[in-house]
């Protein structure tokens, strides 16, 4: 009976401890993201010619700097706080804005495709930043690293609303690329 004892405890501390290495997957907790995006703009002066001197036919026109720090509820949902530099150079215009957002995965697969929209505040940091308010509304998709951290790559629509009683706007599409580490 003794070996029988001996062999059912070695199978067993076995399964377990074989077992005991399967992490669980990771699906909800604190995250922070990177992010640049820039806005591009069509040259109007750009031509065909071999003598042309007016620069390539698409130029950036604006560049954003964003970190989020976040919490993800589950595989799909996810709500972050966003701080934002933005600069858009064609109309020598600085912002701050800090917002709260909401983004959900309408695709849950090994590429998931998402939809997300944020709303906040225009900060004046200083005399050449404008106060105001924003929504941004976007599209992308989110291909997943190791450790469930992943990349994201997609369009933002963003409006702006400031100046004297928020009466100037500005708005933009812009293409992103974010490192979100989970």
Avoid: C, W
Avoid at 31 to 59: C, H, R, V
Avoid at 85 to 98: A, D, E, I, R, V
Avoid at 109 to 130: A, Q, W
Wanted: glycine letters at 10%; hydrophobic letters at 35%; a negative charge.
């Amino acid at each position: 009976m003794k070996p029988f004892y001996f062999l059912f405890s070695i199978i067993f501390s076995t399964s377990f401890a074989s077992f005991s290495q399967i992490e669980e997957e990771k699906t909800h907790g604190v995250f922070y993201k990177i992010s640049l995006a820039t806005t591009l703009s069509i040259n109007k002066e750009y031509t065909l010619d071999q003598d042309d001197d007016s620069g390539p036919l698409i130029n950036p026109s604006a560049l954003f700097v964003n970190n989020t720090v976040g919490y993800q509820f589950d595989k799909r949902t996810m709500v972050g706080l966003n701080f934002e530099y933005n600069y858009h150079s064609q109309q020598g215009l600085h912002f701050f804005p800090t917002y709260l957002n909401l983004q959900h995965n309408i695709i849950v697969d090994d590429t998931n495709m998402f939809v997300r929209g944020g709303y906040g505040t225009l900060l004046g940091m200083g005399k050449s930043f404008e106060k105001g308010n924003m929504y941004k509304l976007g599209i992308g998709i989110q291909g997943i690293l190791e450790n469930n951290n992943s990349i994201h790559f997609g369009l933002d629509f963003t409006r702006k609303r400031f100046g004297y009683r928020t009466l100037e706007g500005l708005s933009s599409i812009s293409i992103f690329l974010e490192l979100m580490l989970f």
